[in-house]
């Protein structure tokens, strides 16, 4: 995947939130840097995740209990809006979770912001604020 079009970084970030919202952790993955670095505030709380195993073991984790909870918690991220500088790579993204009905989940808004690797088109960095109570 070559980042060469601004449409080339928005895809990036929307098939990972695509993964996410079919359960594919591999899918998310394969949007990633080897050598990647991975902030959630929500989740972290202090330093970044740093490599793919890092962040398949995390998300291994955040899939595994959605799905230990029998499906009943089917919640979508949606995209709201996005934002780039394409002679950075860099990107932002709002967005909110959904449940299956539709129902936008309280207290569910987050900002994700990304730096991509220009040559490759993968996501180099990525720091994620989601709102709480």
């Not at 932002?92 to 936008?104: D, M, P």
């Not at 994700?112 to 990525?126: D, P, R, V, W």
Request: charged share 15%; net charge negative; aromatic share 10%.
């Amino acid at each position: 995947l070559a980042a060469t079009s601004s449409s080339t970084w928005f895809t990036i970030i929307e098939q990972c939130f695509h993964a996410f919202n079919q359960r594919d952790l591999d899918g998310m993955l394969a949007c990633f840097a080897p050598d990647c670095q991975y902030e959630d505030t929500l989740w972290e709380g202090s330093g970044a995740i740093v490599g793919k195993e890092q962040l398949r073991a995390r998300w291994d984790r955040i899939l595994s209990s959605l799905s230990m909870l029998g499906g009943s918690i089917d919640v979508q991220i949606i995209v709201d809006a996005m934002a780039q500088d394409p002679s950075t790579g860099t990107l932002a993204a709002q967005w909110h979770l959904e449940a299956a009905a539709g129902v936008t989940v309280p207290f569910s808004r987050g900002c994700s912001f990304y730096t991509t690797n220009l040559e490759t088109g993968l996501i180099q960095t990525a720091f994620r604020v989601m709102e709480t109570p």
